[in-house]
């Protein structure tokens, strides 16, 4: 009996992992950024974790980015929404494009992507560490 109670306490900890990880950014967040109310069901919504533990919420990528740029938090994780699928992804391992086919809610033009081959399709896709240099 004591095994199966170890394996279910182990999944149980998994899940509550992963909604923490991958967790939606809650109802009513604001941007920290532009303080704008986010829509948490767009795929240019994104959050980073500070080392601190505290999310940074943002409506737009681009949003993010600019605020990374100027205010250089401690940030452990990011996580953006791969473009094609909206599904959760780690935004450092991610692949940006900017492109006036991206109406995203600042106007920034950037979207985020798992797949090198799906960003391509948009225009020239760049790592996190030079994704700053969207900035436009």
């Known amino acids: 009996m004591r095994p199966l109670k170890i394996l279910l306490s182990a999944l149980l900890l998994i899940g ?14 604001r941007c920290a950024e532009c ?3 986010i829509d948490p069901k767009s795929p240019f919504s994104c959050y980073a974790t500070r080392k601190d533990g505290g999310p940074l919420y943002f409506g737009d990528i681009g949003d993010m980015l600019f ?9 452990t994780e ?3 929404k791969d473009y094609k699928s909206h599904a959760w992804i780690d935004g ?24 090198m081959n799906d960003a391509r399709a948009y225009g020239n896709p760049v790592g996190f560490d030079k994704a700053f240099e969207l900035l436009k």
Request: no cysteine; charged share 30%.
């Open 67 to 75: 605020y990374l740029k100027k205010k250089k938090p401690d940030i």
């Open 16 to 29: 509550v992992f992963f909604a923490l990880v991958y967790a939606d950014i809650p109802p009513g967040a």
């Open 35 to 37: 303080g704008m109310k």
């Open 92 to 115: 450092k391992k991610a692949y940006y494009v900017s492109s006036r086919k991206f109406d995203t809610p600042m106007r920034w033009g950037i979207a985020a992507f798992r797949d």
């Open 78 to 80: 990011v996580f953006v």
